[in-house]
């Protein structure tokens, strides 16, 4: 903990630019939570609940891919100061949503957000090399992919809170001020957040940026294997929709225990990527890591289906997004290693849009198929997809697990 927070005190525009991030993300779950809790009770179903998540996803995957090519053309700390601000206002929409006849305004509120998120994330993710020096970026990499789960954790568990005490507006509200405070955060910063010795390229339409980007992940297998080992737990994080039906029928909770279990979600989202830091820098045992933590993930779900106690519950979402978060960020950061600053908002884009695209189909289907099966049985059905997931993939990776390896 202590080379963390002195990365923070040393890099004054990376803890800046990471602050901002953690406001931001904090906002998202004071919409999220309560949205879940709300609509349920004004629609009489949890197909909207499951319609919001897939609009997120959906809609963020749809314009990932164009959103790539802006964050690699024009300056990363605009195209995030923007976007910041653009959720933030569109966040405030989702204080209409008052009826089932209003329902569809949460739908559209989401998708702004969701569209600004396609380009604050990659544009984040790309500059983060730019922001600290190379003998920090894995710290970097975990501290800033961890800010993910501590939002979770605390902006989960408050946003569960607050809904059921003064309401859902106050959360909506909450929401857009954090996001046009964490725009105004990104604006204070001065340092570079891309390569200043990389010259700026030439307009060039959509399609040939997103051809160049294909072209070299297919060329590069390890880049083709990073981006690929997200769509494992992707496959299982479509059962998220899920919670309040499981544990409203299961366990009888309310907002403050589904509170809980996204918040264990997020604790297990912390945890992981600081557990196995020092193997995102040993090619040796990464892809075999990966895999593992697509396991872990796994099995976890597949208990969830088995399990009588509430405790156990929590204990098993933790450790399973353990597993889920530390696959997300050590890839992540293998991609920060080996893609070039130029092509860096494209690939990272795509690795975004891959996962997003089957966490959308996943959410869709889960969503569907709670009209007819039980949300336990589901839960264990996500477990089952992400373990065969990852079997499939850790087969596909033993030629590079041997060539690593070898290397090493």
């Known amino acids: 903990m202590r080379a963390y927070l002195d990365l923070l005190r040393r890099e004054r525009d990376f803890r800046r630019a990471y602050l901002a991030q953690l406001i931001a993300?904090?906002?998202?779950?004071?919409?999220?939570?309560?949205l879940l809790i709300l609509l349920p009770e004004l629609t009489g179903t949890g197909l909207y609940g499951a319609l919001v998540l897939a609009t997120d996803t959906l809609v963020f995957a749809l314009v990932a891919p164009y959103a790539g090519t802006?964050?690699?053309?024009?300056?990363?700390?605009?195209?995030?100061?923007?976007?910041?601000?653009?959720?933030?206002?569109?966040?405030l929409l989702l204080v209409l949503v008052r009826s089932e006849t209003?329902?569809?305004?949460?739908?559209?509120?989401?998708?702004?957000?969701?569209?600004?998120?396609?380009?604050?994330?990659?544009?984040?993710?790309?500059?983060?090399?730019?922001?600290?020096?190379?003998e920090d970026l894995a710290l970097a990499s975990v501290l800033n992919g961890a800010s993910w789960?501590?939002?979770?954790?605390?902006?989960?568990?408050?946003?569960?809170?607050?809904?059921?005490?003064?309401?859902?507006?106050?959360?909506?509200?909450?929401?857009?001020?954090?996001?046009?405070?964490?725009?105004?955060?990104?604006?204070?910063?001065?340092?570079?957040?891309?390569?200043?010795?990389?010259?700026?390229?030439?307009?060039?339409?959509?399609?040939?940026?997103?051809?160049?980007?294909?072209?070299?992940?297919?060329?590069?297998?390890?880049v083709l294997a990073l981006i690929t080992c997200k769509s494992g737990p992707a496959f299982g994080n479509g059962a998220l929709?899920?919670?309040?039906?499981?544990?409203?029928?299961?366990?009888?909770?309310g907002p403050l225990g589904i509170g809980l279990m996204y918040s264990a979600r997020g604790v297990g989202a912390l945890v992981g990527p600081l557990l196995l830091r020092r193997r995102a820098t040993d090619p040796a045992s990464l892809y075999g890591v990966l895999a593992g933590s697509m396991a872990v993930f796994g099995v976890s779900y597949?208990?969830?289906?088995?399990?009588?106690?509430?405790?156990?519950?929590?204990?098993?979402?933790?450790?399973?997004?353990?597993?889920?978060?530390?696959?997300?960020?050590?890839?992540?950061?293998?991609?920060?290693?080996?893609?070039?600053?130029?092509?860096?908002?494209?690939?990272?884009?795509?690795?975004?849009?891959?996962?997003?695209?089957?966490?959308?189909?996943?959410?869709v289907g889960f969503g569907l198929l709670s009209e007819l099966v039980p949300a336990r049985e589901l839960l264990a059905l996500a477990g089952g997809l992400v373990l065969v997931y990852a079997g499939l993939w850790l087969l596909a990776t033993r030629r590079l697990r041997t060539l690593d390896a070898a290397a090493a």
């Not at 993300?25 to 309560?34: E, M, Q, R």
């Not at 802006?70 to 966040?91: C, F, H, M, P, T």
């Not at 200043?196 to 294909?214: F, G, N, T």
Request: proline content about 5%.
């Open 25 to 34: 993300l904090g906002g998202d779950w004071f919409a999220v939570i309560p």
């Open 149 to 222: 789960g501590i939002m979770l954790a605390v902006g989960a568990a408050l946003g569960g809170i607050v809904a059921g005490t003064v309401g859902t507006t106050v959360c909506f509200v909450l929401d857009a001020a954090l996001l046009l405070g964490a725009s105004a955060l990104t604006a204070s910063t001065t340092r570079p957040f891309s390569d200043p010795s990389v010259p700026p390229r030439e307009r060039r339409p959509a399609r040939v940026d997103l051809a160049e980007a294909l072209s070299y992940a297919r060329r590069e297998r390890r």
């Open 241 to 253: 929709s899920l919670f309040p039906l499981y544990g409203a029928v299961a366990f009888g909770l």
């Open 102 to 134: 209003t329902a569809w305004i949460a739908l559209l509120a989401i998708g702004i957000v969701a569209s600004a998120k396609a380009f604050s994330q990659p544009a984040s993710t790309a500059a983060l090399p730019n922001l600290v020096e190379p």
């Open 302 to 363: 597949l208990l969830l289906g088995v399990t009588e106690w509430f405790w156990a519950v929590l204990v098993l979402l933790a450790v399973a997004h353990a597993g889920g978060g530390a696959n997300w960020i050590l890839s992540t950061y293998g991609l920060q290693t080996v893609v070039p600053d130029e092509l860096r908002g494209r690939v990272f884009s795509a690795d975004y849009t891959l996962a997003t695209l089957i966490i959308a189909g996943s959410q």
């Open 70 to 91: 802006v964050v690699d053309r024009l300056d990363r700390r605009r195209v995030l100061v923007i976007s910041n601000a653009v959720a933030g206002v569109a966040a």
